[in-house]
């Protein structure tokens, strides 16, 4: 059994009662840090006073006790103690991360979910299953973890024999950091690792944000007055935010036929700028006049990383938005020229057209 901070003292002053009479303190106080083994903060300047006094060494240090170094093995395989769903994301296609918190104090969540929140709708869910080392393996060189030795087998608490495989809190940031690692060393091969990586970006910028407030709701001790789930729904309003970046709203498809229809010979990745109007046109007016009017008049002037279907939210039709965007793909097609497809969006969203006479002076009068 180690030493304590109280036999230390006894030792250097020869004794309990000799230590009380250097104190100048009762006996029974310094009986009672006997059976402690400690010796309260505010006696401390007192001690190495009176051990000056008397040609002793006593420092600050030798009346704090050192933390002895515990190293606990579990023998049993650790029981989930509390769990819950997270929804990462903020529409239909909103993927579920569940996630444990185990009895030995560990975060973790599922290794499949952790797949489906990085993975999303992009890739076929039959292929993506649970194979999570599968999709963690191309980017491995950029990884500063061993997955082997991050899984994490444990049991649901009042459900028998029933053991869960997952990952913790931090291997699992550590694998997004990894993607963004190759991402940006241009080592991502494949329109789905590509994917992944945009993905593990947007989460891990949420998690940044979200984490901080967090830190500072513990700080301030406002943790215990804020809603339950006010961090969660931070969370996908962060991630909805980060995504957009990364979304492509207007497919190639759109200008591959507005280039067909205008005649236009160049590079579709350089659209000439009236373009922009035919987007107003038959895009945002006709999807809904209210919001190109609200976009009109909130937003800045539409430029290059800023555009207007960057400004729309969940509230202001997105999904609607892109809905609309491959109809009109769709009528494009069948047109052989851009008035033609004016002509059929007018009809389809029952506007009439109008006949203008006019009249001319014959020839030669």
């Not at 789905?192 to 967090?214: E, K, M, P, T, Y």
């Not at 007055?225 to 979304?247: H, I, Q, S, T």
Request: aromatic share 10%.
């Amino acid at each position: 059994m180690p030493e304590t901070v109280a036999a230390r003292l006894f030792a250097k002053f020869g004794g309990q009662t000799n230590l009380a009479r250097a104190l100048d303190i009762n006996q029974s106080t310094v009986s009672h840090w006997a059976k402690t083994g400690g010796v309260p903060a505010r006696w401390h300047s007192k001690i190495i006073q009176a051990a000056s006094e008397r040609g002793l060494s006593v420092a600050a240090g030798d009346l704090v006790s050192t933390p002895t170094l515990i190293v606990v093995r579990p023998t049993k395989v650790p029981v989930a103690l509390h769990d819950a769903d997270l929804t990462v994301g903020d529409d239909d296609e909103s993927a579920m991360i569940h996630c444990y918190v185990l009895n030995d104090g560990r975060r973790v969540i599922s290794r499949t979910s952790a797949l489906s929140a990085l993975a999303s709708s992009r890739s076929d869910e039959r292929t993506v299953g649970g194979d999570l080392e599968r999709y963690v393996k191309p980017v491995g060189d950029f990884l500063r973890v061993n997955l082997d030795d991050e899984l994490v087998e444990f049991l649901l608490d009042n459900v028998a024999n029933k053991k869960v495989f997952g990952i913790t809190a931090e291997c699992f940031l550590e694998i997004c950091r990894a993607y963004v690692r190759a991402s940006n060393a241009s080592a991502l091969n494949t329109e789905v690792q590509r994917d992944i990586a945009r993905n593990a970006s947007a989460f891990l910028a949420a998690c940044a944000n979200v984490g901080l407030i967090a830190l500072i709701d513990e700080a301030t001790g406002y943790q215990y007055v804020r809603p339950e789930d006010a961090l969660r729904l931070k969370l996908r309003a962060y991630l909805g935010e980060e995504m957009r970046k990364w979304e492509k709203t207007f497919p190639d498809e759109l200008w591959v036929e507005f280039g067909r229809l205008t005649n236009w010979r160049g590079n579709v990745q350089n659209r000439p700028k009236y373009w922009g109007n035919l987007v107003n046109e038959l895009i945002y007016n006709y999807l809904d006049p209210d919001v190109f009017q609200w976009l009109k008049a909130n937003a800045p002037a539409p430029r290059h990383g800023q555009n207007y279907h960057q400004w729309l939210t969940a509230q202001y039709g997105l999904k609607k938005l892109i809905e609309h965007i491959w109809m009109v793909i769709g009528m494009a097609s069948a047109c052989s020229n851009m008035t033609d497809l004016k002509y059929r969006m007018a009809l389809r969203f029952g506007k009439q057209p109008i006949q203008i006479m006019m009249f001319l002076d014959p020839p030669g009068a």
